[in-house]
């Protein structure tokens, strides 16, 4: 979520964000964004079985969600800014010659990819993968730790004081 925040500098309330799965992932992630209180102008769904899909959107009950049939799945990523793809996959779902022009980014939570490497050759387009959001977790956690052994440090000089 945090990647897309800074994508985006925080203006979410006029982007359309789309996610494609029905299972608990894309529920989550459909519940997070539909919690943001600057969130997307609307979220749209689209799963492989339009029920399943459904149930997430009447689930979290939030007027922005649109569910989609999955024949809809490349007009409804040409019409969303950011797209989080949460599905189990045999093989990649878009690929560069599925997009068209303009800015978008593409999360893909799958595994296998749900997003064929090829659109990082298109202009406007930004996808990150597990890779990629692996790469910011073990950074996070990094600064994490640095902030924690300073802490420590703290705690030492205020107990020796203490002490004294």
């Not at 409804?76 to 560069?96: K, Y």
Request: aromatic letters at 4%; glycine letters at 8%; one cysteine or more.
């Amino acid at each position: 979520m945090n990647e897309i925040l800074l994508c985006f500098k925080g203006q979410l309330q006029s982007l359309q964000h789309a996610v494609d799965g029905a299972g608990q992932l894309a529920e989550g992630i459909v519940k997070g964004l539909s919690s943001l209180n600057d969130g997307p102008k609307s979220i749209l769904l689209v799963n492989r079985t339009e029920d399943n899909a459904r149930a997430i959107a009447d689930a979290v009950a939030d007027e922005r969600i649109e569910v989609h049939a999955w024949n809809a799945l490349r007009s409804v990523i040409a019409d969303a800014h950011v797209t989080i793809f949460a599905a189990e996959v045999t093989e990649p779902l878009v690929t560069g010659d599925d997009l068209g022009k303009g800015f978008t980014l593409l999360i893909d939570l799958g595994m296998p990819r749900c997003v064929d490497v090829s659109v990082d050759a298109k202009p406007g387009v930004r996808r990150l993968d597990i890779t990629h959001l692996e790469t910011v977790v073990q950074a996070t956690l990094a600064e994490r730790h640095a902030e924690l052994v300073a802490a420590e440090g703290i705690v030492a000089l205020e107990i020796d004081k203490y002490l004294e």
